[in-house]
């Protein structure tokens, strides 16, 4: 790997992506189970309607920002397959805090990271006119051992609420808000609630009867035919707000691992679990493998050969259930809880063989000041 530059690896990861989209086209039209998610098709019915002047959500379970539609328009005229390629292609505070602001209002979900990003702006790195300091990283770094206590040390969380009110994070704050609520203002005044229930409210009281990798799923589709409270519907969010709480207190400081474990967690305890939620961290896992010192040969092939069993199993109940018509609804609601163990006991094992890797290193002065602190 030492001898890959950057832009060599771009090229790579470009022709492999190339090569997975055509893949898919082949599998589409050849295969009994298809390789594109329906997601994607529910997108470009939506910009269809668009481009014909209409409101994307007359496309039933477009849920999303009309942002997406307009982006493949060109699926209509060009090729179905240019959101994919769109797709695949997809330092500073102020630049940071827009494209922060754009991403949370194109796909709610990483407003989980808000937190830890106001955590990692901290005035020992981030100073008025001053650019923060990379960390020197060798690659004797990521196979040193740390404690991964100093995590929770540097992440102290009266001093974090002490000076959270800094230039850095007041800044990225309003930025990131103000676009966020630009573009969340925008479409609302061209499609109204239509748009702000579908897009937005409605993941809060998502219920989702169909089968997915959630141990949510059975409960909802015993109980579709009766109307759920707003209780029932936000309660399972509370499992999955602790655990987010948790690993931001514990890990902000070291923002990548923070990302990823927030992310697998976030996914594995969510109301609704697709295979297109895998996408979400497993983007993030090669930015967090220099800094384990797991072994692949012993527990790294144990978590692989988990994880693939684990959904493996479920899919082989979602087969007899989707397309042979079997009564398994039990069955594979024991397998999503088999999964979740699975996925759990995964994020523990790659938070114990981690080692402590923050991004930026502390300003000369910032080190006095904290000793006078």
């Not at 060798?138 to 404690?147: F, V």
């Not at 930015?287 to 144990?302: A, E, H, R, T």
């Not at 009564?327 to 024991?334: A, D, G, I, K, S």
């Amino acid at each position: 790997m030492n001898s890959l530059n950057i832009n060599s690896i771009f090229l790579i990861s470009a022709i492999f992506r190339v090569g997975l989209i055509l893949y898919g086209e082949w599998q589409d039209a050849h295969m009994e189970v298809r390789y594109t998610d329906v997601d994607y098709l529910v997108f470009s019915d939506a910009s269809s309607l668009m481009a014909s002047g209409h409101s994307p959500y007359k496309r039933t379970t477009y849920r999303y920002s009309p942002l997406l539609a307009f982006l493949l328009i060109p699926n209509s005229f060009l090729s179905a397959s240019w959101g994919k390629f769109l797709f695949s292609t997809s330092g500073k505070v102020v630049q940071a805090a827009c494209w922060y602001g754009l991403v949370v209002h194109f796909r709610i979900y990483p407003i989980i990271y808000a937190l830890p990003i106001i955590f990692f702006l901290d005035p020992r790195f981030f100073q008025s006119g001053m650019k923060p300091l990379l960390c020197d990283w060798t690659s004797a770094h990521g196979k040193t051992p740390q404690i991964n206590s100093e995590v929770t040390d540097q992440c102290d969380i009266w001093l974090a609420f002490k000076s959270i009110f800094t230039r850095s994070r007041i800044l990225f704050g309003l930025v990131s808000g103000s676009v966020f609520l630009f573009c969340t203002g925008f479409f609302f005044y061209l499609y109204g609630w239509e748009f702000l229930h579908e897009a937005l409210l409605y993941h809060l009281t998502r219920t989702d009867p169909r089968h997915n990798f959630s141990i949510y799923f059975y409960h909802i589709y015993l109980n579709y035919e009766r109307e759920l409270s707003v209780l029932e519907k936000l309660i399972s969010f509370l499992p999955q707000f602790i655990v987010q709480l948790v690993l931001i207190f514990c890990f902000a400081k070291d923002l990548l691992f923070c990302f990823f474990v927030q992310t697998v967690a976030f996914v594995a305890f969510n109301k609704v679990i697709t295979a297109q939620y895998f996408v979400w961290f497993f983007c993030l896992l090669p930015l967090i493998l220099p800094w384990s010192n797991m072994k692949l040969k012993w527990q790294g092939l144990c978590c692989i050969l988990l994880w693939i069993g684990a959904q493996s199993h479920w899919l082989m109940w979602g087969y007899l259930l989707e397309f042979k018509g079997k009564n398994v609804f039990l069955q594979l609601w024991m397998a999503s809880l088999l999964f979740l163990a699975a996925n759990t006991l995964i994020l523990i094992m790659l938070t114990r063989h981690h080692n402590f890797s923050p991004v930026f290193r502390r300003h000369a002065g910032s080190k006095r000041a904290s000793k006078r602190d």
